[in-house]
């Protein structure tokens, strides 16, 4: 069992297909022990095998080599543990029952993803969409999103789905800083029904969302020796102006 389990862990295909999560830090772990996750597996050394006792941990348990806890972790200095969760299935996304949505276009930074979720949550936004992206239950996500990862609800999704939801009546709103228009500008999209996409960090959106987008977003600022803004920054002001529009403020 424990050779098959680590393998599992070390293998990013497998772990988003098993709905793992990968907890390494001990405030998540209680965070989600109190919250009744469901705990699958507790791989410690001997550095954490205080915590089984600590946090009465009735998951099947492994004992390893602290090499090993060192390789599953993400965390500059290990706390001695790796907690292996099942990710809660009620938070699986039904798009249907939307009207706002987020979605992630080939984004493979883990803590830009995390920073999003953070913003996005803060300003009211709970529904995410992943094309091509980074699993929202990385352990580096878990811990830039401050947790909020646990608070959305998200679904993988293609090309075919995005575009069945413009039939569907979404209007689709991608970032431009070449073209795009002020969010302000784009009042009328967001009293309906949209999704709001955000790019790959270093390629942007690909030509197919492009394509098929009904605006362009940009956000000005004054100092253009400035290339660009990261992502998750970016996304912060978009969502603030949003809640603002929304919610009267302008």
């Known amino acids: 069992m424990r050779n098959k389990i680590i393998e599992i862990l070390l293998d990013k295909k497998q772990l988003r297909a098993n709905n793992f999560i990968i907890v390494d830090t001990e405030k998540i772990l209680k965070d989600l022990l109190n919250t009744g996750f469901d705990l699958k597996y507790f791989l410690y050394s001997e550095k954490g095998e205080g915590l089984i006792e600590k ?3 009735k998951a099947d348990t492994v004992k390893t080599k602290t090499f090993i806890i060192k390789k599953l972790s993400s965390v500059e200095t290990d706390q001695g543990f790796v907690a292996v969760f099942e990710a809660p299935l009620n938070n699986k996304l039904d798009t249907v ?6 979605l992630f276009d080939k984004i493979q930074d883990p803590t830009n993803t995390g920073a999003i979720i953070r913003s996005g949550t803060a300003f009211g936004f709970y529904s995410y969409l992943f094309l091509d992206s980074v699993y929202i239950f990385n352990n580096k996500t878990i811990r830039s999103s401050a947790g909020t990862c646990f608070m959305v609800k998200y ?8 575009k069945k939801l413009k039939e569907n009546g979404f209007k689709l709103l991608i970032t431009d800083k070449e073209k795009g228009k002020d969010i ?3 009042k009328k999209y967001l009293k309906e029904r949209f999704i709001l996409v955000f790019g790959n960090e270093g390629e ?3 030509n197919e969302i492009r394509e098929i987008s009904d605006e ?8 253009k020796k400035v290339e660009s803004l ?6 912060s002001i978009l969502f ?4 603002n529009i929304l919610n009267g403020g302008k």
């Open 216 to 223: 362009k977003v940009n956000i000005d600022y004054p100092d």
């Open 230 to 235: 990261n992502v998750s920054n970016a996304a």
């Open 155 to 162: 679904k993988d999704t293609d090309i075919a789905e995005i």
């Open 55 to 57: 946090y009465n941990i």
């Open 240 to 243: 603030y102006e949003i809640n």
């Open 184 to 186: 302000r500008e784009l």
């Open 97 to 102: 029952k939307e009207k706002q949505l987020i």
């Open 204 to 206: 942007g959106i690909r």
